[in-house]
C-alpha cells in the first residue's frame, strides 16, 4: 500500500486529488494539509511514502518543505504538483530533492503514474517538462533559477516584474 498525504492550500484540489487516488487499490490518503507547515507535521508523524506538495502556498512554500524533507532525511518522496511548467523551475525543485514533478494540468491517470513510479524510488516529471529540461541540456544555458535561494523563488514568483504584467 502506498501512502499519501497531500499539501495544498486549496481545499478543491486536495479533494480532486484525494478522489482520484482513493479509487485506486494500492493507493492510501492518510492525510491532508492546507499550509506547507501543517505539511511538515503530517509528514513528520505519519511518515507517508509520498507527499503531493504545491509549491506556492501562504507562509512556508513548498520548496522549503521539500528541502527540509530531504534534509532530514525522512523517508517520504516528495511529487510536485503545481501550475508552473517553466523547465528552469522544475529544475530547483528537483536539486531541492523532489523526485517527482507535475501540473496540474495533467490527467488522472499520469497522477496516479507519478505517484507509484515516485514510490518505487524512480523520478517522474510531466513528459513537457522532461522535454524542456533535456533541450536546456543540450544547448548548455544556465538557468538563472538555479542560483536563488528558496524564498528568492517563492517571491520572484508571487511577484513578477512589472513588464510581465498586462
Known amino acids: 500500500m ?8 486549496h481545499e478543491l484540489v486536495r479533494t480532486g486529488f484525494r478522489m482520484i487516488l482513493q479509487q485506486q487499490p494500492d493507493i492510501r490518503v492518510g492525510g491532508e494539509a492546507g ?14 511514502d509520498i507527499a503531493l506538495v504545491d509549491v506556492h502556498m501562504p507562509g512556508m512554500s513548498g520548496i522549503e518543505l521539500t528541502e527540509r524533507v530531504c534534509r532530514s532525511k525522512m523517508s517520504t518522496h ?3 504538483v503545481t501550475v ?21 494540468g495533467c490527467s488522472a491517470d499520469e497522477l496516479v503514474s507519478a505517484v507509484r513510479q ?12 522532461a522535454q524542456q529540461l533535456a533541450l536546456a541540456t543540450l544547448d548548455g544555458s544556465a538557468s538563472p533559477f ?11 514568483y508571487l511577484c513578477p516584474s512589472p513588464d510581465n504584467i498586462k
Do not use: C, M, Q
Open 118 to 129: 515516485v514510490a518505487g524510488g524512480r523520478r517522474y516529471l510531466a513528459p513537457a517538462v
Open 35 to 48: 499550509s506547507a507547515e501543517e505539511g511538515l507535521h503530517l509528514i513528520r508523524s505519519l511518515a507517508p
Open 84 to 104: 508552473v511548467d517553466d523547465a528552469r523551475f522544475p529544475k530547483r525543485l528537483l536539486d531541492a530533492g523532489a523526485l517527482g514533478y507535475l501540473t496540474k
Open 146 to 156: 538555479d542560483v536563488l535561494s528558496s524564498r528568492e523563488l517563492e517571491v520572484g
Open 78 to 80: 516528495v511529487v510536485i
Open 2 to 9: 502506498i501512502n499519501v498525504v497531500l499539501v495544498d492550500d
